[in-house]
């Protein structure tokens, strides 16, 4: 089980982390990822890291300003976000699989957690 939390109401500009805690000792066993759905739109890859934290991947639209990363001996996973746009405002879930960016390539999810940016 996946819980995300660290959602919230920022300004353009400002910053969040979000974290996700699973449940269970087998974390470290899977990759971990972040993924956003947008109102009316798909839901698009962030994210996604290796099961060691040695390798990430981030999309283009995030990288420099988003930053994955994983604490498995707290089986947490962190999205840190800065210089947040308003066209970052999404739910933004959590899941665990297969290092990838398709939403087919992990097994597990969390309920999300909804970042909304202020112009």
């Known amino acids: 089980q996946l819980q995300a939390l660290g959602g919230g109401l920022v300004q353009a500009g400002g910053s969040l982390r979000l974290s996700c805690a699973a449940s269970?000792?087998?974390?470290?066993?899977?990759?971990a990822g972040w993924f956003r759905q947008a109102p009316g739109k798909e839901r698009d890859f962030v994210a996604t890291?290796?099961?060691?934290?040695?390798?990430?991947w981030h999309a283009n639209s995030v990288k420099v300003r988003f930053t994955i990363s994983r604490d498995n001996a707290k089986n947490t996973v962190y999205l840190q976000m800065t210089s947040l746009k308003p066209e970052d405002t999404a739910v933004y879930y959590c899941?665990?699989?297969?290092?990838?960016?398709?939403?087919?390539?992990?097994?597990?999810w969390g309920q999300g957690t909804l970042v909304t940016v202020s112009s």
């Open positions: 899941a665990a699989g297969r290092y990838g960016n398709r939403g087919d390539d992990y097994y597990y």
């Open positions: 269970g000792r087998t974390f470290s066993t899977y990759a």
């Open positions: 890291i290796s099961r060691n934290g040695g390798v990430t």
